[in-house]
C-alpha cells in the first residue's frame, strides 16, 4: 500500500523558514519523480515544485523560485521541501504527491489529474 506521510509545517512569521518532509513507503522511491503541491483557502491545488528522480533535475512555481528548494533522500524515501523567506501568501495545505510513471522525463511536471497518490497535506501558515 502506498504511502506518503508530510510533516515539517506550521505557524511561522514573515520572512521566517520551514522544511517539509514527505516519507513514502509501497513504492520503489528512487524510480518515481516527487511533486509538491498546495492549496489555499478557496483557491484550487497549484504545482509548487518537482524533483525528477535521481534528483538531477528540479521544476519551480514562479511564486517559489529562489525562496524554496526541492531535494530528495532515496535511502529515506523521503523528499523535502525548504522554504525560505516566506509571506503570508504562502499560506496553505502543502501536499507531497506522485505520478506512479517510473523514469519519467526528467523535465516533465505533472498535472493535477496525473496524480496516482496524494499526501494527507501539511498546513503552513505564514503570520505577517
Known amino acids: 500500500q502506498v504511502q506518503l506521510v508530510e510533516s515539517g509545517g506550521g505557524l511561522v512569521q514573515a520572512g521566517g523558514s520551514l522544511r517539509l518532509s514527505c516519507a513514502a513507503s509501497?513504492?520503489?522511491?528512487?524510480?518515481?519523480?516527487m511533486t509538491w503541491f498546495r492549496q489555499a483557502p478557496g483557491k484550487e491545488r497549484e504545482f509548487v515544485a518537482r524533483i525528477s528522480w535521481g534528483g538531477g533535475n528540479t521544476n519551480y512555481a514562479d511564486s517559489a523560485k529562489g525562496r524554496f528548494t526541492i531535494s530528495r533522500d532515496d535511502a529515506k524515501n523521503t523528499v523535502y521541501l525548504q522554504m525560505n523567506s516566506l509571506k503570508p501568501e504562502d499560506t496553505a495545505v502543502y501536499y507531497c504527491?506522485?505520478?506512479?510513471?517510473?523514469?519519467?522525463?526528467?523535465?516533465?511536471?505533472?498535472?493535477?489529474?496525473?496524480?496516482?497518490?496524494w499526501g494527507q497535506g501539511t498546513q503552513v501558515t505564514v503570520s505577517s
Open positions: 509501497g513504492i520503489p522511491f528512487s524510480m518515481y519523480a
Open positions: 504527491a506522485v505520478r506512479l510513471s517510473p523514469y519519467s522525463s526528467v523535465t516533465y511536471i505533472p498535472k493535477i489529474n496525473e496524480i496516482n497518490y
